[in-house]
């Protein structure tokens, strides 16, 4: 069974600031998919960033990017140039199988000092 | 707006019950997910369905069930609650339900259910 695992239950970062959240995985399935998704305190689940395991190279969107590491099962965030609107809950997920349900991290919430 | 419609915003009842949450997809989109996301558990996912049909099963309780009907739209039917039960309900879909580059979740607002 997969599994996903976030080791940092709350970050703070300065606004303006870089920040990394961590995520490590488990999966026996060869080709995957991984993502991140933010939840603001809206509730909704807004999809950040993914990541295929068959590529090499890190996914990039504007300010975030991830440092995917496949031998490692290490999948982190990255955010450059923290903005206030960024404090929110983040979740780290990972394909459960072929049918492409995903598998969630408890989340890390992140705050944004001004 | 995510296009994934999900009824009712809120909903308290109590011990006992029976309540049914409704979904409706992004248009496009075949597959539906349904998760619960509680505060000791995170987002854990129940079930999902393909164009009508059961694909996975997840830590779906035997007092919950679901279905999708032929208009794609799902319902999520839980009976005989308890306080455990209260949550965040999300449905989530997506347009072909396999693992793909194009396979990608999007959320409902989530139902918020309250069990007294």
């Known amino acids: 069974a997969q599994t996903v695992t976030q080791s940092q239950p709350e970050m703070s970062v300065q606004e303006a600031e870089t920040v990394t959240l961590s995520c490590t995985y488990d999966?026996?399935?060869?080709?995957?998919?991984?993502?991140?998704?933010?939840?603001?305190?809206?509730?909704?689940?807004?999809?950040?960033?993914r990541q295929e395991a068959y590529k090499q190279q890190n996914a990039t969107e504007n300010r975030f990017s991830v440092n995917f590491q496949k031998a490692a099962k290490s999948f982190s965030l990255k955010i450059s140039d923290s903005q206030l609107g960024d404090a929110a809950m983040y979740f780290c997920a990972c394909e459960?199988?072929?049918?492409?349900n995903l598998i969630f991290g408890k989340g890390t919430k992140l705050s944004v000092k001004p | 707006d995510s296009g994934v419609t999900q009824t009712p915003k809120h909903l308290i009842t109590a011990t006992g019950q029976r309540v049914t949450l409704r979904c409706s997809p992004r248009s496009g989109d075949l597959s539906v997910y349904w998760y619960?996301?509680?505060?000791?558990?995170?987002?854990?996912?129940?079930?999902?369905?393909?164009?009508?049909?059961?694909?996975?099963?997840?830590?779906?309780?035997?007092?919950?069930?679901?279905?999708?009907?032929?208009?794609?739209?799902?319902?999520?039917?839980?009976s005989s609650l308890e306080l455990g039960d209260s949550a965040l309900y999300f449905c989530a879909s997506s347009e072909t339900g396999i693992s793909s580059g194009a396979n990608v979740l999007t959320f409902g607002a989530g139902s918020r259910l309250t069990v007294l």
């Not at chain 1, 999966?27 to 939840?39: G, I, N, V």
């Not at chain 2, 393909?50 to 007092?63: F, T, V």
């Open chain 1, 27 to 49: 999966t026996s399935e060869s080709d995957y998919y991984l993502f991140w998704y933010k939840q603001p305190p809206s509730r909704q689940m807004i999809l950040v960033i």
């Open chain 1, 96 to 100: 459960g199988g072929s049918q492409g």
């Open chain 2, 36 to 78: 619960q996301q509680s505060l000791d558990q995170g987002l854990q996912f129940l079930i999902q369905y393909y164009n009508g049909e059961e694909r996975a099963k997840g830590n779906i309780l035997e007092r919950f069930s679901a279905q999708q009907f032929p208009d794609l739209h799902s319902e999520l039917n839980l």
